[in-house]
């Protein structure tokens, strides 16, 4: 398998075979990472419990899908067989929490890439099909969905729009970033968005909550997350007028939006999928490896210290009393964002086309998620709360998620890149059957790469239904040089 000309300098998860290899190595590391040797299977096992929702919404079990898109729609925003498929294997994976399936436009300027999917009314008997498909091989797989709950990631991306062309960029900043404005070429007077303009985006979000609601969907997810739009309402410190600046002018838009849909859409639930702690923009330092792009003190992490590469989670925990004074229960976290700071985001041996070599043992990243998602469930135990940044441990997933779920650090074991190439996880997991070596996603970040290349995403390198296509050899190309 070509992993491009890249020699990994930490130790593979695949090499820690027994209990004590992986204790020595984190002990090594001071990695503070616990795990449980045995797994507990049936009732007994933690995956098992189920939890009703306030608004009275059943979920069946402890492992939730986590939004992951493939570029892959239409140019008009309709899915295609791929995502379906993509679809599909979230529906039959035996996860009872779908936190909204891809991350879907609200409005035609705020696509993240011209293939995003986008809910407008041409698009709705389109979107109510993909609900019922979901349905459909849910109940065919596991015989009822009356404790699955799936909804809607809306989102507008921002500063990562991409609209119309794969290569063109057309940002929608909320305040001229002096790190990121230069990352991505944007000149200090680049023009921000207007209070008119968050206004009407506003609308566009109720919009889409209600023909959400409309095609089935339970739950719509509000995105603060990623370096999107709505995260960067968190951080706009220096924007003049009603979005900036005071904690409650930057978290209006969720307040805004939260009203609308609880009058146009009474019933439908709302989660917040949120960067609970954010870190510096990285760059490649001398020899590729991964060094912070700006000096401290960086005042711009929403969640972080000065240093640009510390948690600082105070101003997090004021949103999430925000959240819950919302009535807001869901709420899935994550960190960062993929385009500045991956390694923190989705760790990962193996770095993406435009990042970087990781800076640490990417265990590290997957621990730090942990460890800060237990101090929001601590100070926060309301929140139905799914943690994020699992697929690198591999082999080792099942004993850490065990682990955390006992000691009530999460409620829910959030899975990305795994379920690209190993779907039925959790099904295996639940029924206590061997986790199969062979579609073990390893980090090998090709589901983000090829995007990164105008390509659609999906596990390349493992599925066999990627791993044929002839887009395949380009992509190996373009890693080999
Ligand atoms: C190909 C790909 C697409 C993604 N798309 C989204 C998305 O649409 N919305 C979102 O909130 N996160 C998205 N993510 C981030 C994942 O939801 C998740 O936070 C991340 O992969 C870390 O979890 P993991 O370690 O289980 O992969 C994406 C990740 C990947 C790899
Ligand atoms: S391409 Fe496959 S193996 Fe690589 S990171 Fe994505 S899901 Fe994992």
Redesign the pocket.
């Known amino acids: 398998m070509s992993t491009g000309k890249y020699k990994p300098q930490y130790p593979r998860v695949a090499q820690l075979k027994t209990a004590e290899n992986l204790r020595d190595h984190l002990n090594k590391e001071g990695i503070n990472l616990g795990f449980d040797e045995e797994l507990k299977t049936g009732d007994n096992s933690p995956f098992a419990k189920a939890h009703t929702t306030r608004a009275g919404n059943t979920i069946g079990n402890a492992f939730c899908i986590?939004?992951?898109?493939?570029?892959d729609g239409t140019t008009d925003g309709k899915p295609t067989e791929l995502t379906k498929r993509r679809w599909k294997n979230f529906a039959i994976s035996g996860a009872k929490l779908l936190?909204?399936c891809?991350?879907v436009a609200v409005q035609p300027s705020g696509r993240?890439n011209p293939n995003q999917l986008m809910i407008n009314e041409q698009n709705l008997g389109d979107f109510d099909e993909l609900y019922q498909m979901v349905e459909s091989e849910h109940k065919a797989a596991f015989g009822s969905t009356d404790d699955l709950l799936t909804g809607l990631?809306l989102?507008h991306s921002g500063r990562f729009c991409k609209p119309n062309s794969k290569t063109q960029m057309e940002p929608k900043i909320l305040y001229s970033h002096p790190v990121l404005n230069k990352k991505f070429g944007l000149a200090d007077d680049y023009p921000l968005m207007t209070d008119g303009e968050i206004s009407e985006l506003i609308d566009a979000y109720v919009i889409a909550a209600v023909r959400a609601q409309k095609t089935g969907y339970k739950f719509v997810?509000i995105?603060h997350?990623?370096g999107y739009l709505g995260h960067e309402f968190l951080s706009a410190y220096d924007r003049e007028g009603k979005y900036g600046k005071s904690l409650e002018n930057r978290t209006r838009f969720i307040r805004e939006i939260t009203a609308g849909i609880r009058a146009e859409a009474p019933g439908l639930e709302i989660g917040v999928?949120m960067s609970i702690f954010d870190w510096v923009p990285f760059k490649q330092g001398t020899e590729g490896t991964g060094i912070p792009a700006a000096e401290s003190p960086y005042n711009y992490a929403f969640g972080g210290n000065e240093s640009g590469i510390g948690e600082n989670l105070s101003e997090s925990f004021e949103f999430l009393k925000e959240l819950e004074k919302l009535d807001i229960e869901l709420l899935?976290t994550?960190a960062g964002s993929?385009y500045y700071n991956p390694h923190i985001?989705?760790?990962a041996l193996f770095p993406p086309s435009d990042g970087y070599m990781p800076p640490e043992d990417p265990l590290h990243g997957?621990a730090r998620q942990i460890d800060a998602v237990a101090e929001v469930k601590k100070a926060f135990p309301k929140f139905y709360t799914v943690g994020?940044?699992?697929?690198?441990l591999q082999e080792w997933l099942p004993n850490v998620a065990q682990n955390v779920l006992e000691a009530g650090k999460a409620d829910s074991i959030?899975?990305?890149?795994?379920?690209?190439s190993y779907p039925e996880l959790p099904a295996d997991v639940l029924q206590g059957t061997p986790m199969k070596r062979a579609k073990i996603?390893r980090?090998f970040?090709d589901?983000?790469t090829a995007?990164r290349n105008g390509m659609i995403?999906g596990c390349f390198p493992l599925d066999p239904f990627y791993k044929k296509m002839e887009i395949h050899e380009t992509l190996k190309t373009i890693k080999a040089s």
């Open positions: 986590l939004p992951m898109e493939g570029w936190w909204g891809e991350a993240a990631q989102t997810d995105k997350c990623h999928r899935c994550t993929p985001q989705r760790p997957v994020s940044a699992y697929s690198y959030g899975l990305g890149r795994m379920v690209l996603c980090t970040s589901c983000t995007p995403s």
